[in-house]
């Protein structure tokens, strides 16, 4: 029984942690995890908008050049953000 109860994980003694990964380090990691993909997300729908808007401001030239006509810019530059 002594054999079995000194049994460790190599990288949780070095670390001076116990074998537990899931705790409170557990939780921090995810949490920022969660955080950081939010951010992310946030991040993907604020350049969404903003190149929207940018199709608003062009002018007819600089819409001809990229094959999107008036029309199409304007339906695309209303459009909200989560869409």
């Known amino acids: 029984m002594d ?3 000194t ?3 190599p990288a949780t ?3 001076g ?4 990964p899931s705790g409170r380090r557990g939780f921090v990691g995810r949490f920022v995890q969660v955080v950081m993909s ?3 997300w ?4 604020l350049e969404r908008r903003r190149s929207r808007l940018a199709l608003l401001e062009m002018t007819d030239d600089q819409l001809k050049d990229i094959g999107i006509s008036r029309c199409d810019a304007h ?3 209303i459009r909200p953000f989560w869409e």
């Open 3 to 5: 054999t079995i109860a």
């Open 7 to 9: 049994i460790r994980h």
């Open 13 to 15: 003694e070095l670390l």
């Open 17 to 20: 942690q116990s074998a537990r």
């Open 38 to 40: 939010l951010a992310k």
């Open 42 to 45: 946030i991040d993907h729908l």
């Open 75 to 77: 339906r695309e530059g």
